[in-house]
């Protein structure tokens, strides 16, 4: 991975023709830092918001030690790097062989579960083994949330009740778990879902071992800052403080988004332009995923092909590469007037799941990596930060 000062250094050096993910180890530094000394529990990254083995290895430099995993090849790819990390099987539905390979293989011992089909599921293919640690996904509001997540998975309270009662007669530890939603803006959200939580424990009248807090604590794009982190910390603990759950009981998060969407921005080249309409060589199919089809609002700037110096603001309508006509963004985008074929489009803090929900779609897709060590994008870590431009839906800067 070759190593710049900033993004303009590879642009000046290289005018890549492919898109550039722009990767920032000191911004997953910051963020595992923040979690491991300001969070008052142990957080499991959620591998799914970026698997590239670069962040990873930032992640484990950085002192982050346990993962949660969704699907076999997560496992496979976390126990080749770091074998001895502590992995957990937090998808609530699971193919019975992944639930043999990932007890008997690769040394998983924790598994979660929102049905009590599934419950026997992981009783079975374990052989009913009595070094288990069963955490019961429950559904709780996903009020505030950006992206909701609730309707797919979570017990309701009733059967959270019976599917409690069956696993602690099985697990060696029992937890509970829930998400409130991606990109939670309302730090009160988990307070909510924890009295809640505990009132099911309570009716089912179990010891609980373990309290998981999910994932869905937020990061920063263009607009709508979310409240401060240290806010989200307070308030898990107090909820946590007030729950019905043993004394010495853990507790746990899953961040994804919040530990490395500021690690990785992207570097798109415009392949044409026409009136007031620029064609880059990545979109829906790709990388900007969200900023086309949630809506996203990503930080963004423009860098000059050739160096010179970039006028006023305009709005443009920006499509990705693919031949499918869908692949436009949604709303028209503000960027500096004359660009022209060669210069270049950087989209920040898209190192959550920006790089996952890329496809290969017409043969595009494909990115190289660089290391820069600048500091544009605005930061829920640090106070440095740089003027954005809104590409959200309105359209206004």
Not at 145 to 169: N, Q, V, Y
Not at 221 to 232: I, K, Q, R, V
Not at 250 to 258: K, M
Not at 376 to 396: C, F, K, R
Request: charged letters at 25%; aromatic letters at 12%.
């Amino acid at each position: 991975m070759h190593s710049y000062a900033t993004p303009y250094n590879i642009v000046a050096d290289e005018q890549p023709d492919l898109p550039v993910w722009c990767f920032r180890p000191e911004r997953v530094t910051a963020a595992a830092k923040w979690f491991r000394e300001k969070f008052p529990g142990e957080p499991f990254y959620a591998v799914k918001a970026n698997p590239g083995e670069h962040v990873l290895e930032a992640l484990w430099e950085a002192g982050v030690r346990s993962f949660d995993t969704a699907s076999l090849p997560e496992i496979e790819l976390i126990h080749r790097k770091f074998p001895g990390a502590r992995m957990a099987f937090l998808h609530p539905v699971k193919n019975r062989r992944a639930i043999q390979r990932a007890y008997h293989e690769f040394g998983v011992r924790i598994f979660v579960t929102d049905t009590m089909q599934e419950l026997y599921k992981i009783l079975e293919e374990t052989g009913y083994a009595k070094d288990l640690t069963i955490i019961v996904r429950i559904a709780v509001s996903c009020d505030g949330a950006a992206l909701p997540l609730a309707g797919k998975f979570g017990a309701s309270a009733e059967d959270a009740t019976e599917i409690l009662r069956e696993a602690r007669r099985y697990a060696d530890e029992l937890g509970v778990s829930f998400h409130v939603g991606s990109q939670a803006m309302k730090p009160t959200a988990w307070w909510t879902a924890m009295a809640d939580v505990s009132r099911i424990i309570i009716a089912a009248s179990v010891t609980v071992d373990i309290v998981d807090v999910g994932g869905g604590f937020p990061s920063i794009y263009a607009d709508n800052p979310p409240p401060s982190l240290e806010d989200y910390a307070a308030m898990v603990e107090q909820a946590f403080e007030n729950m019905y759950v043993l004394e010495n009981a853990e507790l746990w998060c899953e961040p994804g988004r919040a530990l490395v969407a500021e690690s990785e921005s992207l570097l798109t080249r415009i392949e044409q332009v026409r009136d007031d309409a620029i064609y880059i060589n990545d979109g829906s199919y790709g990388a900007l995923y969200d900023a086309v089809h949630e809506r996203w609002s990503f930080p963004m700037r423009a860098l000059p092909g050739d160096g010179r110096n970039l006028g006023r603001l305009v709005e443009y309508t920006v499509y990705g590469p693919t031949c499918d006509s869908t692949d436009k963004f949604p709303a028209k985008v503000w960027l500096p007037a004359g660009l022209v074929e060669g210069d270049y489009v950087e989209f920040g803090n898209l190192g959550a799941y920006g790089r996952a929900m890329s496809s290969r779609f017409n043969g595009f897709g494909a990115t190289e990596v660089a290391r820069v060590h600048d500091a544009p994008w605005p930061s829920l870590y640090n106070a440095v930060g740089a003027e954005v431009i809104s590409i959200g839906a309105s359209g206004t800067r």
